[in-house]
């Protein structure tokens, strides 16, 4: 593996060479320097004080990290309403398709109870629970985020839960209170639950409950949120549930000779924008489309809104344009580093996502950015970061429900299985299980 020094915004990995293995590629492009594992040491005596201090914990860490008392922590039902009611229209009328293609998505994605007969009548029926409680952590501070109400609240009402609480930080802007747009797409959507508290210390809150402010503990955390958020949510993972490690945004992109360079450079981005720890990380085959890429990133990010942030982002060790020999390798890449968002521009996208396995969700081809699935395309945009996509799912309405199998047997279909317990009983020593199955017949 070679690395290319350039006066471009993105380093250079050439791995024409070939690709290493899983645990080599991500040590080549690794995630922003500061670790989960360092987090989770430095957040443990905050989440442990607001367990056992509660409110006073939460006001003495706002005043800490963010300056301001957050108290009243409890968002009352008036400011809720006064939110909704300065909500300008462009923005109501977004907000309402953006819940409407959620809410569409969620209620097709439903599963159904699966019943299984036996010969004999025996049954097992597979059921779909909703978990009862769920805290929706919204982040905050170098954005605002209404749209993470709507993905977090929407598949849960579908699910069919019937608590639902929201954390979200005060701002320096609005008096320490949260954000009115925040507030306002949660009242749109019926929650009347919502305090003003953020970073570890609302996790924990969650967590933990916290009495003197009404908040009774939760059983599954659900949200983005940065690295501390992440790490939070790891730590109390176990007494309560978590979605998944949805820390720090990131982008990669498969792109070929077709691609259009400076929409990759635009989609590339629109991420760095989130965060200096953000990764952008582009896999082609074509030097000529890096190049061009890297071109219409220079032009572009010095004309957008967070160009300072989103050139750190760029320029950080996460970032990168990685050359490779052939799309069947930028996809080994891909399903190695297992990115949040996966978008593929090439000339035949449906074929090159037949091959992805490792991604927390797919944009596929020129008119499907990362931006539209933060938005309006109807997915969840709560997503895993970090490689959690190996083995972990975004955010939808399967987050908040449980499958539940029940057994329903009858006395002639139980008496047909009454050799088969004996000898499985027996062998692993627990005859009582085999009596507890006879005792049914010895009358």
Not at 53 to 64: D, P
Not at 229 to 253: C, N, P, Q, Y
Not at 256 to 277: C, G, I, K, R, Y
Not at 289 to 314: C, G, I, M, P
């Amino acid at each position: 593996m070679e690395q290319i020094l350039t006066k471009n915004l993105l380093r250079v990995v050439d791995l024409r060479g070939g690709i290493p293995n899983s645990v080599e590629v991500n040590r080549i492009v690794p995630r922003a320097s500061f670790t989960i594992e360092a987090a989770v040491d430095q957040v443990s005596d905050l989440i442990k004080s607001v367990a056992e201090n509660g409110e006073q914990a939460i006001v003495e860490a706002a005043k800490k990290f963010d300056g301001f008392d957050p108290r009243p922590i409890r968002v009352s039902e008036e400011e809720l309403s006064i939110a909704l009611g300065n909500l300008s229209e462009p923005l109501r009328v977004a907000l309402i398709e953006s819940i409407s293609r959620v809410q569409k998505v969620s209620e097709e994605n439903l599963p159904k109870t699966v019943s299984t007969t036996f010969v004999g009548g025996g049954k097992v029926h597979q059921r779909w629970v909703p978990v009862d409680s769920v805290g929706l952590y919204v982040p905050g501070g170098k954005a605002v985020y209404p749209s993470s109400v709507v993905m977090n609240v929407v598949p849960a009402q579908v699910a069919g839960v019937s608590r639902l609480a929201i954390t979200t930080p005060g701002q320096k802007d609005f008096g320490g209170r949260p954000h009115p747009t925040v507030l306002a797409a949660a009242a749109l959507l019926g929650i009347k639950e919502v305090y003003c508290v953020g970073g570890p210390a609302a996790i924990a809150a969650l967590a933990h409950g916290v009495p003197s402010l009404g908040l009774k503990p939760v059983t599954l955390i659900t949200g983005p949120g940065n690295i501390f958020v992440t790490a939070a949510k790891r730590a109390v993972r176990g007494l309560v549930g978590i979605d998944s490690e949805a820390g720090t945004t990131e982008i990669l992109i498969i792109a070929d000779e077709s691609a259009n360079p400076q929409l990759v450079a635009a989609d590339l981005l629109s991420q760095a924008e989130h965060d200096e720890a953000a990764a952008s990380v582009l896999v082609t085959d074509s030097p000529a489309l890096a190049d061009a890429v890297q071109e219409a990133l220079l032009s572009r990010v010095s004309r957008t809104q967070h160009s300072e942030r989103a050139k750190t982002a760029l320029g950080g060790i996460q970032s990168a344009v990685v050359l490779v020999s052939s799309i069947s390798d930028a996809v080994q890449f891909a399903n190695a580093y297992a990115t949040e968002h996966l978008e593929i521009q090439t000339q035949k996208p449906n074929e090159v996502l037949e091959t992805i396995s490792n991604a927390g969700a797919v944009f596929l081809g020129e008119f499907s950015p990362v931006s539209l699935g933060d938005y309006v395309a109807g997915s969840n945009h709560v997503l895993p970061t970090n490689q959690q996509s190996k083995f972990g799912a975004g955010l939808s309405v399967h987050t908040f429900l449980r499958a539940q199998q029940v057994v329903e047997y009858d006395q002639n279909s139980l008496a047909q299985v009454l050799p088969l317990v004996d000898s499985l009983a027996n062998e692993e020593g627990l005859p009582a299980h085999f009596e507890a199955i006879n005792a049914r017949f010895e009358n």
